[in-house]
């Protein structure tokens, strides 16, 4: 049996400034995308330009953290935000959901594309493939913080938090970073490979991390503000399975109706 090692959430402070483990996990998400981003352009996988990645990043940063917070009070805590609004702004604290994230980002790609020119589906297939690592990394975050515990069980490998309890539970945060991160990046970039028709890529985006998440779920312990939810579903499922479904529909769609994939503006 393991016991999570407790790290201080601080990684080191200068003066009255304290900087987090969880922001520099978003800080390397970030920057993993903007390497693999300018790795991709670099070999003509996209028509992007390395100042439109530039661009685009700094778009989807804001997505990110403001669809992610509000996705989180939305699906999660709106009771307890409603009776302490300002919490809202204390990011530092966690409280971030990727569902929210997903859906900031996607108007932050709507709004780039709008303004340059672009299919939105260039810049969707172009993000996709990106976006598995800083998953991993904010996993990595969450493991640190020791926070989103897994459920009890008995496996060999089950890790004690004692911040939390003296049970034995999974280390889910890790199963995630090998599923939603690892795993679905060598997916989708496997996928993204070769020119796709539009859509397509996005699609395997959209089934792999729903898939991954789905699974995962049944190993992490539910909210306990939520609970399990009809079906003995937990939140992060039911809203998982909607990905699921809009990505086979994307697929399908993309198959039925090919046009051209990244290569076009």
Same mark, same amino acid.
């Given at each position: 049996?393991? #016991?999570?090692?407790?790290?201080?959430?601080?990684?080191?402070?200068?003066?009255?400034? +304290?900087?987090?483990?969880?922001? *520099?996990?978003?800080? *390397? +998400?970030?920057?993993?995308?903007?390497?693999?981003?300018?790795?991709?352009?670099?070999?003509?996988?996209?028509?992007?330009?390395?100042?439109?990645?530039?661009?685009?990043?700094?778009?989807?940063?804001?997505?990110?953290?403001?669809?992610?917070?509000?996705?989180?009070?939305?699906?999660?805590? +709106?009771?307890?935000?409603?009776?302490?609004? *300002?919490?809202?702004?204390?990011?530092?604290?966690?409280?971030?959901?990727?569902?929210?994230?997903?859906?900031?980002?996607?108007?932050?790609?709507?709004?780039?594309?709008?303004?340059?020119?672009?299919?939105?589906?260039?810049?969707?297939?172009?993000?996709?493939?990106?976006?598995?690592?800083?998953?991993?990394?904010?996993?990595?975050?969450?493991?640190?913080?020791?926070?989103?515990?897994?459920?009890?069980?008995?496996?060999?490998?089950?890790?004690?938090?004692?911040?939390?309890?003296?049970?034995?539970?999974?280390? /889910?945060?890790?199963?995630? #970073?090998?599923?939603?991160?690892?795993?679905?990046?060598?997916?989708?970039?496997?996928?993204?490979?070769?020119?796709?028709?539009?859509?397509?890529? /996005?699609?395997?985006?959209?089934?792999?991390?729903?898939?991954?998440?789905?699974?995962?779920?049944?190993?992490?312990?539910?909210?306990?503000? *939520?609970?399990?939810?009809?079906?003995?579903? /937990?939140?992060?499922?039911?809203?998982?399975?909607?990905?699921?479904?809009?990505?086979?529909?994307?697929?399908?769609? /993309?198959?039925?109706?090919?046009?051209?994939?990244?290569?076009?503006?």
């Amino acid at each position: 049996m393991l #016991v999570h090692p407790q790290f201080d959430p601080i990684a080191f402070q200068i003066g009255p400034l +304290a900087v987090r483990w969880y922001g *520099l996990m978003y800080l *390397l +998400a970030f920057t993993l995308v903007l390497v693999l981003g300018r790795w991709r352009i670099a070999r003509g996988l996209t028509k992007l330009t390395a100042r439109d990645l530039d661009d685009l990043l700094f778009f989807g940063m804001l997505g990110t953290i403001v669809g992610g917070r509000l996705g989180y009070v939305l699906f999660y805590k +709106a009771g307890h935000y409603l009776q302490h609004p *300002l919490d809202l702004f204390k990011v530092w604290e966690g409280g971030m959901a990727f569902h929210g994230g997903l859906i900031g980002v996607i108007v932050a790609m709507l709004i780039f594309a709008r303004r340059r020119g672009f299919t939105f589906w260039t810049i969707a297939d172009f993000v996709a493939p990106l976006v598995p690592t800083g998953l991993a990394a904010g996993r990595m975050g969450n493991f640190i913080n020791g926070e989103l515990w897994g459920r009890p069980t008995d496996v060999p490998w089950a890790m004690v938090f004692p911040q939390h309890d003296a049970l034995p539970r999974h280390p /889910s945060q890790l199963y995630e #970073v090998l599923g939603e991160g690892v795993l679905l990046f060598i997916l989708v970039w496997w996928f993204a490979r070769r020119p796709r028709p539009a859509g397509a890529v /996005s699609g395997v985006f959209l089934i792999g991390y729903g898939i991954a998440r789905f699974c995962v779920e049944f190993t992490r312990e539910p909210d306990d503000f *939520l609970g399990l939810l009809a079906g003995g579903l /937990s939140m992060g499922q039911w809203l998982s399975l909607p990905m699921i479904a809009f990505g086979i529909g994307i697929l399908i769609w /993309s198959r039925r109706n090919p046009r051209p994939g990244p290569l076009a503006a």
